[in-house]
């Protein structure tokens, strides 16, 4: 079945540090999303995807789409305490209406 | 604007019994979508109906169902509960299938 694979599973970083998830999915993406999960609460959307190779920054954040589109990355600068949670990447397959999420990475910045 | 509501917050059910969960969604989104997300675990997709058609279905059996009403507002039924049924339920809507998913709260469903 169609899957979509996120690493690391957990990062636990210093404040200041940066941080990087990685996410592939097995088969090719119509686009992709980011979501934030803070503990207790519901995924919040981030950014979506579209066009293969496309990146796109929101402040310290940087969101990068894979060429072939099987593949997106999320990489944060300098974390702060407030980019606690989980991060999931949602891929919609090529001719399907549903988005399938990612393991999720969890991250913890050390103050 | 309120944001897309689920009920009930909670629930506790014995196996095999039945359940219905509900989720009215923002005003203006057509797009509703089902996710089972259990602790740890990334959200699973179950359902999603758009204008009132089912469009997509999750590897889940038979026993989960959902419709989709006039309203745009949604209900899951999950029959003959089991144990692994236990989990946090997430709606989300959107305005059309390809736009970024606004969620609820969930229900947290406790199976005993």
């Known amino acids: 079945g169609q899957q979509v694979m996120q690493i690391p599973q957990y990062q636990h970083v210093q404040e200041g540090e940066d941080f990087t998830t990685y996410c592939n999915s097995s088969?090719?993406?119509?686009?992709i999303q980011w979501y934030k999960q803070r503990p207790g609460g519901h995924p919040v959307f981030l950014i979506q995807?579209?066009?293969?190779?496309e990146v796109k920054k929101q402040k310290r954040l940087t969101f990068q789409f894979g060429e072939a589109k099987k593949n997106s990355s999320l990489h944060i600068t300098a974390t702060q305490t407030t980019d606690v949670g989980t991060y999931f990447c949602?891929?919609?397959?090529?001719?399907?209406?549903?988005?399938?999420f990612g393991t999720g990475t969890r991250l913890k910045v050390l103050a | 604007d309120a944001g897309v509501t689920q009920s009930p917050t909670h629930l506790i059910k014995t196996r095999g019994q039945h359940v219905t969960l509900r989720c009215s969604p923002i005003?203006?989104?057509?797009?509703v979508s089902w996710y089972q997300q259990v602790l740890g675990q990334g959200p699973q997709f179950i359902f999603q109906?758009?204008?009132?058609?089912?469009?997509g279905r999750g590897n889940f059996p038979d026993r989960f169902s959902a419709r989709q009403f006039p309203n745009y507002s949604s209900e899951l039924n999950v029959n003959a509960l089991l144990l692994g049924d236990s989990a946090l339920y997430l709606c989300?809507?959107?305005?059309?299938?390809?736009?970024?998913?606004?969620f609820g709260s969930g229900t947290q469903l406790s199976v005993l």
């Open positions: 995807l579209v066009k293969s190779g």
């Open positions: 949602a891929g919609r397959p090529s001719g399907t209406y549903k988005y399938i």
């Open positions: 109906y758009y204008e009132k058609e089912e469009r």
């Open positions: 088969t090719t993406l119509s686009n």
């Open positions: 989300a809507s959107s305005r059309d299938v390809n736009e970024k998913l606004f």
């Open positions: 005003s203006g989104h057509k797009s």
